[in-house]
């Protein structure tokens, strides 16, 4: 089965940064696969940030492009996500998502084409 597992989250105050990171511990290669990183509110739905295609093809959510960034190291099966010029907006519980198909039918920003997630982790921006 696919297991992913994030890092990186924490505090950081206003305009700050953080990197992200969530590792596929098996049954995954991040080459053939769409990923992506979402990010809920409390009380909220998960709603798309990034996302990046088994070709690498990226795309963002309008509220963060310019600011984040997301990448991927095939070789060491790890998906990142560099956040800039953070906002107490930007405040969640993030968590990576590999699709259920190699490339989503749909909008690859919406969860419902994501079959494995992460146990999220939490940023604070203060």
């Known amino acids: 089965d696919v297991q992913l597992v994030e890092s990186g989250g924490g505090s950081v105050q206003f305009g700050g940064s953080l990197n992200l990171s969530c590792v596929a511990l098996?049954?995954?290669?991040?080459?053939?696969?769409?990923m992506a990183w979402f990010r809920q509110d409390p009380g909220k739905d998960r709603r798309g940030v990034a996302f990046i295609t088994g070709d690498g093809k990226r795309g963002y959510a309008d509220d963060v492009k310019g600011r984040f960034t997301i990448s991927k190291d095939t070789a060491k099966n790890t998906l990142h996500l560099q956040m800039a010029s953070l906002s107490p907006e930007d405040a969640a519980i993030y968590y990576c998502?590999?699709?259920?198909?190699?490339?989503?039918?749909?909008?690859?920003?919406?969860?419902?084409?994501?079959?494995?997630w992460g146990q999220g982790t939490q940023v604070t921006v203060s």
């Open positions: 098996s049954g995954h290669s991040y080459s053939t696969y769409c």
């Open positions: 998502a590999r699709a259920a198909l190699q490339m989503p039918t749909g909008s690859p920003l919406d969860q419902s084409e994501y079959r494995y």
